[in-house]
Nanobody, 125 residues
C-alpha cells in the first residue's frame, strides 16, 4: 500500500505562485510513476503533470507547460508541483497520484492506483 497526503493549496491572485506537495509513504519501492491531476467544479478530473519515480520522463498537459514544474524531493519522499504564473483557469482541486505499472496513456486516470485527498487551489482575477 502507498499513502499520499496532498498539501499546499490556497488562494492566490492571477500571476502568483503556489507550491503543492505530496507526502508519499508506505511501499514506495512499488511506485513506477507519480502524477498530478486537477478537477474544476462541474468538470472531469484531468491530467496536469507526471514523472517517473526515478525522476526521469516528466510530462505536462499543454496548458501548464512552461508554468508548472513537477519534482521529487528524495530526502523527504515528497513530490512537488511548483505552479507559477497562475491563471483563474487553474482553479481546481489538485490531486497527487501514484501508479505501480507502466501505461502508455499516462494521462489517463487508470494509470494510477493511489490518490491523495486533494488540495484546493483558487486563483482570483
Amino acid at each position: 500500500q502507498v499513502q499520499l497526503v496532498d498539501s499546499g493549496g490556497g488562494l492566490v491572485q492571477a500571476g502568483g505562485s503556489l507550491r503543492l506537495s505530496c507526502a508519499v509513504s508506505g511501499r514506495t519501492d512499488s511506485i513506477y510513476a507519480m502524477g498530478w491531476f486537477r478537477q474544476a467544479p462541474g468538470k472531469e478530473r484531468e491530467f496536469v503533470a507526471r514523472m517517473r519515480w526515478s525522476g526521469a520522463n516528466t510530462d505536462y498537459t499543454y496548458s501548464v507547460k512552461g508554468r508548472f514544474t513537477i519534482s521529487r524531493d528524495n530526502d523527504e519522499n515528497t513530490v512537488n508541483l511548483q505552479m507559477n504564473s497562475l491563471k483563474p483557469d487553474d482553479t481546481a482541486v489538485y490531486y497527487c497520484a501514484a501508479g505501480e505499472s507502466y501505461y502508455f496513456d499516462y494521462w489517463n486516470l487508470r494509470a494510477y492506483k493511489y490518490w491523495g485527498q486533494g488540495t484546493q487551489v483558487t486563483v482570483s482575477s
